[in-house]
């Protein structure tokens, strides 16, 4: 059973960083699944804003390009996603989404998303 458990979230003043880590199991092959980070902030949709695909490609929504970065760590099965300049704006839920197989390119939707995780909370304070 493929289980996702997000950590790293928390308070920061706008202008700070933060790293968010995703640690997963039970994956047949963790290295090529295409996997990306979600978030929900109260009262809105769950919005995509990292991607990585099988390849190791990533894509980003443009609300947070140039300041998120997704990666990938195979041997420890963990996703990333380090955050930069942060925004009162960036204020959610985040969460981590498994594909459960492979694919070429971002899939930027969260219906074909089989496995997530619980999330962690970022909150930004101006």
């Known amino acids: 059973q493929v289980q996702l458990a997000e950590s790293g979230g928390g308070s920061v003043q706008s202008g700070g960083s933060l790293t968010l880590s995703c640690a997963a199991s039970?994956?047949?092959?963790?290295?090529?699944?295409?996997l990306a980070w979600f978030r929900q902030a109260p009262g809105k949709e769950r919005e995509g804003v990292s991607f990585i695909d099988s390849s190791g490609f990533t894509s980003y929504a443009s609300s947070v390009k140039g300041r998120f970065a997704i990666s990938r760590d195979s041997a420890k099965k963990t996703l990333l996603l380090q955050i930069n300049s942060l925004k009162p704006e960036d204020t959610a839920m985040y969460y981590c989404?498994?594909?459960?197989?492979?694919?070429?390119?971002?899939?930027?939707?969260?219906?074909?998303?089989?496995?997530w995780g619980q999330g962690t909370q970022v909150t930004v304070s101006s």
């Open positions: 039970g994956f047949i092959d963790y290295s090529r699944d295409c």
């Open positions: 989404a498994a594909l459960g197989h492979y694919c070429v390119g971002p899939v930027r939707v969260a219906d074909p998303y089989t496995s």
